[in-house]
């Protein structure tokens, strides 16, 4: 039963508490309404314990085919529509913000939400750069906010029963791990060779969209889906799914308050236009003090996309397409009720917004995501500089070279700033 009291024990529950609390339903802001941002809006719709009342983006598109979907979804002409996030943030009927925004935004975006006192579904990584994550997290903490990663495998029972076998010990002492993420440049959004500078359209807020990026001229290429491509907004593939399977691959071993103490990586820049400058293909080697070394691949050809663990007695391989073993007969384990278990999620995004009612912690909380990209920052750096990066796992440094500590952050243009 979800009681005034409980919500009192947060620093915030303005919205709920304003509505009369118990209540049934989140209300829901989304921010940032294009490729993921629209799958958000249609995630949330279908959750009754949300009611999305509000869409944000600069873009006035897909601003507009947000609202649409979610007036379509309740019948009715009531979504509210915002150009900038702070009209949001500054709303106490709204429960807790979505933000589906390029990299580069993350880190001011979240931490205002926070001292706006919402709570945040973040996509992933969590942050363009490790200090913003670190600042991400602080910020959670400080206003005691519900947050969630959309590193949405862990509620997935695929992935937990494969992290289940591991831990449990069915491989043994596991001695190698290799992950597999894609690689090269996508073109999304068929533009790349549009890397003229040109007028943005009227419907692109451009300015804004830019943020606390440096200034820089328009070119389609530049912005929506192929953002990712360009080391002032994204981390290129390496980045974009650090989130998912290396988030598995530490998740089977413990690993969630822990990391490596050496990454090197190597990578490739192709010049597909004048603009892309993000490693296209790339090979990372995070050696950890345990033991083992985990081998983050971005040729698909070496290493199947997936988190693939190698121990004394066998191995296990999972993906979103399937589990697989050898000896297979690792699958058909029984873990006995002494057995390690993790946790049973409802659904990534229902048990977001299940821990917002109960005020309990979910599956991907900022510091989980942040330990979990670590290893992608670090590969970045280290392909960016050209040396190993020896890392102090337990007070997040770089060990003995400023020129890569420097890495771990960026200027912000100003007027923003992450706290």
Same mark, same amino acid.
């Given at each position: 039963m979800l009681t005034r009291r409980r919500f009192a024990r947060s620093c915030f529950a303005p919205a709920l508490l304003l509505r009369g609390m118990p209540s049934a339903q989140v209300s829901i802001a989304c921010i940032g309404t294009g490729w993921q941002g629209m799958n958000n809006v249609r995630s949330f719709l279908a959750e009754p314990l949300a009611r999305v009342v509000a869409v944000c983006d600069i873009d006035s598109e897909h601003r507009g085919e947000a609202r649409a979907a979610v007036n379509e979804k309740y019948g009715n002409s009531d979504c509210l529509a915002f150009h900038e996030f702070d009209e949001v943030f500054a709303r106490r009927d709204i429960d807790a913000v979505v933000l589906s925004l390029p990299d580069h935004w993350h880190?001011?975006?979240?931490?205002?939400?926070?001292?706006?006192?919402?709570?945040?579904?973040?996509?992933?990584?969590?942050?363009?750069?490790?200090?913003?994550?670190?600042a991400i997290r602080e910020a959670v903490r400080r206003y005691r906010r519900v947050w969630q990663t959309g590193s949405w495998q862990r509620s997935l029972p695929l992935f937990r029963r494969a992290c289940e076998l591991v831990r449990n010990g069915c491989l043994g002492r596991v001695t190698r791990v290799e992950v597999g993420l894609?690689?090269?440049?996508?073109?999304?959004?068929?533009n790349a060779k549009l890397d003229t500078p040109c007028a943005p359209p009227p419907t692109l807020d451009y300015q804004r969209w830019l943020g606390p990026a440096p200034?820089?001229?328009y070119a389609p290429a530049r912005v929506h889906k192929n953002w990712r491509y360009l080391l002032d907004y994204g981390g290129g593939l390496l980045l974009d799914w650090i989130g998912h399977h290396?988030?598995?691959?530490?998740?089977?071993?413990?690993?969630?308050?822990?990391?490596?103490?050496?990454?090197?990586?190597?990578?490739?820049?192709?010049?597909?236009?004048?603009?892309?400058?993000?490693?296209?293909?790339?090979?990372?080697? *995070?050696?950890?003090?345990?033991?083992?070394? %985990?081998? +983050?691949?971005?040729?698909?050809? #070496?290493?199947?996309?997936?988190?693939?663990?190698?121990?004394?007695?066998?191995?296990?391989?999972v993906d979103r397409s399937g589990i697989d073993a050898r000896p297979r007969s690792i699958l058909d384990t029984r873990?006995?009720?002494?057995?390690?278990?993790?946790?049973?999620?409802s659904g990534h995004h229902r048990q977001f917004l299940e821990s917002v009612l109960s005020r309990g912690e979910t599956l991907t909380p900022p510091g989980v995501a942040l330990r979990? *990209?670590?290893?992608?920052?670090?590969?970045? %750096?280290? +392909?960016?500089?050209?040396?190993? #990066?020896?890392?102090?796992?337990?007070?997040?440094?770089?060990i003995g070279d400023g020129e890569a500590s420097r890495l771990l952050s960026r200027p912000l243009r100003a007027p923003w700033k992450l706290l």
């Open positions: 880190g001011a975006a979240s931490v205002r939400a926070a001292a706006a006192g919402k709570d945040v579904y973040g996509e992933k990584p969590i942050a363009h750069h490790f200090a913003d994550g670190q894609p690689g090269g440049y996508n073109d999304f959004e068929g200034d820089a001229p290396m988030d598995i691959a530490h998740w089977g071993l413990g690993l969630d308050d822990s990391g490596p103490v050496e990454v090197s990586g190597r990578g490739t820049f192709p010049r597909v236009n004048r603009l892309w400058n993000a490693p296209a293909m790339y090979h990372v080697e *995070a050696k950890y003090a345990q033991g083992f070394t %985990i081998v +983050i691949e971005g040729d698909e050809s #070496i290493i199947p996309r997936g988190t693939k663990w190698i121990g004394e007695r066998g191995w296990l391989w873990l006995g009720p002494s057995a390690e278990r993790l946790p049973v999620s979990s *990209a670590a290893p992608g920052y670090l590969g970045l %750096i280290s +392909i960016l500089t050209g040396r190993a #990066i020896r890392w102090d796992p337990a007070r997040e440094t770089i």
